[in-house]
């Protein structure tokens, strides 16, 4: 079974700094999706990124890029330039491309308190 | 309706005591999910369904049933509710036939069990 590892139960960051969050997995499988979600205090869920894990490039959506290490099972978010809306908690979540359906794994997410 | 809708919004319920929760969906998504929240633990697979008439067991499925009687709804049963089962409860869905292989969610149901 596949497991998804958030080490940093919570993070702070400075507004307009950059923040890096951590996200570890294992797996034995060699094709899968990687996304990261942001869950403000309204409790929605928001997809903020993807991956998938056949493509080297790292993906990028506005100020929030990955760190891809495919063979390090490692797949960090990197968010520039932070912004108050962006305090929230972030959950790392791994899907497998083999199985019928996409049914994710979360990590145990990371809580980002962002300071003015 | 725009997305997926859950209800309810939040409920107390007496242990020992049925309770369904609704979640509703009109994306005419083929795949939809039951997760639990719980601090810590991040969100854990309940139930699953691939497409109206299946379902399938995830992590967490003992003390839940599920069914898929069609495309849209996909309620979640606690036969007989137990205080562990205090949880955040969300509903998802996803169309895992044009390769957008994201899943929405619902707003979420705060089940409190006493």
């Known amino acids: 079974a596949q497991t998804v590892t958030q080490s940093q139960p919570e993070m702070s960051v400075q507004e307009a700094e950059t923040v890096t969050l951590s996200c570890t997995y294992d797996?034995?499988?060699?094709?899968?999706?990687l996304f990261w979600y942001k869950q403000p205090p309204s409790r929605q869920m928001i997809l903020v990124i993807r991956?998938?894990?056949?493509?080297?490039q790292n993906a990028t959506e506005n100020r929030f890029s990955v760190n891809f290490q495919k063979a390090a099972k490692s797949f960090s978010l990197k968010i520039s330039d932070s912004q108050l809306g962006d305090a929230a908690m972030y959950f790392c979540?791994?899907?497998?491309?083999?199985?019928?359906?996409?049914?994710?794994?979360f990590g145990e997410g990371t809580q980002l308190t962002v300071n003015p | 309706i725009a997305g997926i809708t859950q209800a309810p919004t939040s409920q107390i319920l007496a242990a020992g005591r049925r309770m369904t929760l609704r979640c509703t969906q009109d994306?005419?998504?083929?795949?939809m999910y039951w997760y639990r929240q719980d601090l810590g633990l991040g969100l854990r697979l309940i139930h699953y369904?691939?497409?109206?008439?299946?379902?399938g067991k995830g992590e967490v499925p003992d003390g839940y049933s599920v069914s898929r009687a069609n495309t849209d709804d996909f309620p979640l049963t606690l036969a007989s509710a137990v205080p562990s089962q205090t949880s955040v409860y969300f509903c998802?869905?996803?169309?895992?036939?044009?390769?957008?292989?994201?899943?929405?969610f619902g707003p979420g149901t705060r089940l409190t069990v006493l």
């Open positions: 998802a869905s996803s169309d895992t036939g044009t390769g957008g292989d994201w899943q929405f």
């Open positions: 797996t034995s499988e060699s094709d899968y999706y």
């Open positions: 991956q998938e894990a056949y493509k080297q």
């Open positions: 979540a791994y899907r497998s491309a083999s199985t019928s359906g996409s049914r994710l794994t």
């Open positions: 994306m005419r998504h083929n795949a």
């Open positions: 369904s691939n497409t109206a008439g299946t379902t």
